[in-house]
């Protein structure tokens, strides 16, 4: 992708944006996009942040190392990691991430709150919720959401942010916002019973359905494709 073509389908990505929270009634700033740039190369991610983007989606944890490095220089750049993540992998993601948008069990969780470096502000993490129940999918299930939450927000290197959820794909717009509501109503639940944690996140909505997850409160929506273009469709380690 050429850097015209970057600047302007991240311009379109922030109007798609701007419109779904107006057309929900939400305001401009209640939901914030974050560029996935998986697959995608460092250069581009500059490219992306030279146009004012500063939060950036990884999947892959040795290549977003390899990204990050390269790209240590830029002051204000945010990384989230937002894969699937190995529990012998915690420790790159606890020094080097602001936000794991994957977290889905105990094990985990207690790794990440050991490693967390002292100097860093604790982890920013949504717990993700197999919200369209396949078995294959990663999250924790909606019945086992409550006592996953218990334990994360008593680690003290851990913020409880929220949840996220891919759910599976549907067509039409009504149809899309089905588990989207589902989710926000489970972090509604979490509200109540924890009063006490920072919740405030609902990680939904990607390119084909932004507009149906801004629908049911989406604060950050994750965008790859429409901002970047189409990545190889093999998929990597
Ligand atoms: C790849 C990915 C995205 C971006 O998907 P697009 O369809 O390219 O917008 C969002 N969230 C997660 C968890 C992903 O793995």
Redo the contacts with the bound molecule.
């Keep these: 992708m050429t850097e015209v073509a970057l600047f302007e389908t991240l311009a379109a990505a922030n109007r798609r944006l701007a419109e779904a929270l107006a057309q929900a009634g939400r305001e401009p700033a209640a939901a914030r996009l974050?560029a996935?740039s998986?697959t995608k190369p460092a250069l581009m991610v500059r490219e992306a942040y030279r146009l004012g983007q500063r939060d950036f989606?990884e999947?892959y944890l040795q290549e977003a190392l390899e990204k990050q490095e390269t790209l240590a220089d830029l002051p204000e750049i945010v990384w989230h990691f937002?894969?699937p993540l190995q529990s012998n992998k915690s420790r790159a993601v606890a020094e080097h991430f602001a936000w794991l948008?994957?977290l889905d069990r105990e094990k985990l969780a207690r790794r990440l709150d050991e490693q967390r470096p002292a100097h860093l502000p604790p982890l920013n993490v949504c717990l993700q919720v197999n919200i369209s129940d396949e078995t294959t999918k990663a999250g924790v299930s909606l019945d086992d959401l409550p006592a996953l939450a218990e334990v994360v927000v008593a680690l003290p290197r851990l913020r409880l942010r929220g949840l996220?959820a891919?759910p599976a794909p549907t067509e039409g717009r009504e149809a899309q916002r089905e588990p989207y509501a589902r989710l926000r109503q489970a972090l509604e639940e979490l509200r109540q019973r924890f009063p006490q944690a920072p919740l405030d996140t609902l990680s939904m909505g990607?390119?084909?359905d932004l507009e149906a997850a801004v629908a049911e409160g989406a604060t950050w929506v994750?965008?790859?494709?429409?901002?970047?273009g189409a990545?190889p469709k093999t998929p990597r380690a």
């Design positions: 974050l996935v998986k989606g999947n937002i894969g948008h994957s996220m891919i990607m390119s084909d994750r965008l790859g494709t429409a901002i970047f990545r």
